[in-house]
């Protein structure tokens, strides 16, 4: 099982290296659109880069809500969780 720090973790890792930010620019509450400027095509980039890191699809209208980085950790535990 995932933890939310495993999850942020990988997360900062993809972001650094599919847009080239500086790491100390992500952290849990870094906006995704205003500190760290991505766009509606970058976020696309990131669910797919999302769907083959966990093998499951994120629902784009469960990332429309999606504001912060925190926001993206979730989700994606959301995701990983196994059904109660």
Known sequence: ???RDDIFNTL???LVELF???PERVNLESNLYQDL???????V?????????????????EFKSVRTV?????????????AA
């Open 1 to 3: 099982m995932q933890t």
């Open 12 to 14: 900062r890792d993809a």
């Open 20 to 22: 080239e930010l500086d």
């Open 37 to 43: 400027e991505i766009d509606s095509i970058d976020a």
């Open 45 to 61: 980039d990131l669910i797919d880069h999302i769907k083959r890191q966990t093998g499951k699809k994120i629902a784009a209208e």
């Open 70 to 82: 925190s926001d993206v950790v979730e989700a994606v535990y959301r995701l990983v969780q196994p």
